[in-house]
């Protein structure tokens, strides 16, 4: 951030009075201008056995497989995220279970919402994604998964799944647990 | 939002693209100033059976009552946004336990996010607060409270805590219930 996106004068980044840590500030018109983490809401579609996936047509990580998921928009709710995400990357209707991971990932200011539900009908492959495929247990690409959250949440799917208990699952990815996935991508 | 906060051009507000709903767009440099919603992140502080409640000593409902919750900053995690928001409006030190109520309110493009917790020592008002105390449950100023989402926490806490089960509630707040809540405020 350069300018004021209120008046347009130049900002600088320092503590404002009274806070405790810095923001872009405009000593033109006054604006304390605050930055704050953004969601990303998704969804693991499962049909009987299998788990949906989406390999990414788009950056970051094209080519490697996803759950639906993406930034949370204004004037939404977190399951209406999810759902239409998972309509826009997959043309799959879902119907929602319930939060199943809640994973902050403070180093990027993401806080990522993957809720469980069911595949309610046919899939595609929407603009973003090459392709949309159905994966039982031993199909899944582990190797080839974009984000360790998708990684972690179908680990905790796997594990749960046995006893058909679901439990939300709260935990933090950090930095270092990025850099042991990704290498230094 | 009148000006790129990173050229300082005039933006314009439609549709970009490939995409499907308006953004703040820059002719000049080309950035797409995405909106998002934000987390607001606190705890329910439990001290034996009473509640802990924080008067607002800021607007907006100064001088309502409230739990503590607050903006989650960037870089932190929603456990530890909501830690530091017990700590900085009551002093309070607690031992978090889980998500208990998830709220979304699309209208103003927040999430509310409010961890039941266990209050751990002493407490007092911190400077956003004139001041802080615990409430059994008959002496909850019900008609005193802030916010709808502060309502419906405590609605909730006290309709789970019979059996001492105290799952996740995931619900929304509109526009139309916020005004039945406080008027045309």
């Known amino acids: 951030m350069n300018f004021c996106s209120h008046c347009g004068h130049t900002v600088r980044f320092a503590i404002p ?3 405790d840590r810095p923001r ?3 000593d033109e018109c006054g604006t304390i201008h605050y930055q704050n983490p953004r969601i990303v809401a998704g ?3 499962v049909s ?3 788990v949906l996936l989406c390999r ?3 950056a970051p990580r094209k080519g490697f497989w996803t759950l639906p998921a ?3 928009e204004n004037a939404e709710t977190t399951v209406e995220a999810a759902v239409r995400e998972t309509l826009e990357e997959a043309c799959a209707e879902v119907s929602i279970h319930g939060l199943y991971t809640l994973i902050n990932l403070p180093h990027i200011n993401q806080v990522y919402m993957i809720f469980r539900a069911d595949l309610a009908g046919g899939f595609c492959a ?3 994604s090459l392709e949309v495929a159905l994966f039982e247990e031993h199909e899944i690409p582990w190797d080839e998964l974009a984000f360790p959250t998708i990684e972690r949440t179908l680990r905790h799917f796997y594990a749960d799944r046995g006893d058909g208990h679901f439990p939300l699952h709260i935990s933090d ?3 270092a647990d990025r850099e042991r996935y990704f290498g230094s991508a």
Chains 1, 2 share one sequence.
């Open 70 to 72: 993406g930034f949370m």
């Open 173 to 175: 990815i950090t930095a």
């Open 56 to 58: 990414r047509a788009i």
């Open 48 to 50: 009987g056995s299998r």
């Open 24 to 26: 872009y500030l405009c």
């Open 126 to 128: 929407g603009p973003e």
């Open 17 to 19: 009075d009274g806070d």
């Open 43 to 45: 969804t693991l579609p």
